[in-house]
């Protein structure tokens, strides 16, 4: 079983950064995935960035050069760095993990989410 727990979510001004953290507890599969999803009120989830576990990334094209997915395996935490933020950025983001390769990935477990507010 694998307990994700984020942090980080706030309120900003647009063009504004945040990080987000997800520390993971529990056993990982080895070849693992780990990414960050975000629902803003009434639309579907979206998958934003995803890392496996060899540290290939994948990048929704509406954040590419703006966010920045990375991990801390001696920490077990995954970060989400969120640049020059927009409004559209608005939502609850949630961590996920499962097991890959990226190409493949399936999602098992989710945390409880944190919540990311821009205002412009």
């Known amino acids: 079983q694998v307990q994700l727990v984020e942090s980080g979510g706030g309120s900003v001004q647009a063009g504004g950064s945040l990080r987000l953290s997800c520390a993971a507890s529990?056993?990982?599969?080895?070849?693992?995935?780990m990414g960050w999803f975000r629902q803003a009120p009434k639309k579907e989830r979206e998958e934003v960035a995803t890392?496996?576990?060899?540290?290939?990334?994948y990048y929704a094209d509406s954040v590419k050069g703006r966010f920045t997915i990375s991990q801390d395996n001696a920490k077990n935490t995954l970060y989400l760095q969120l640049n020059s933020l927009k409004p559209e950025d608005i939502g609850m983001y949630y961590c996920?993990?499962?097991?890959?390769?990226?190409?493949?990935?399936?999602?098992?477990?989710w945390g409880r989410g944190t919540q990311v507010t821009v205002s412009s």
């Open positions: 890392i496996d576990y060899v540290s290939n990334t």
């Open positions: 996920a993990a499962g097991w890959g390769p990226l190409s493949q990935r399936e999602f098992l477990y």
């Open positions: 529990g056993s990982l599969y080895a070849r693992y995935v």
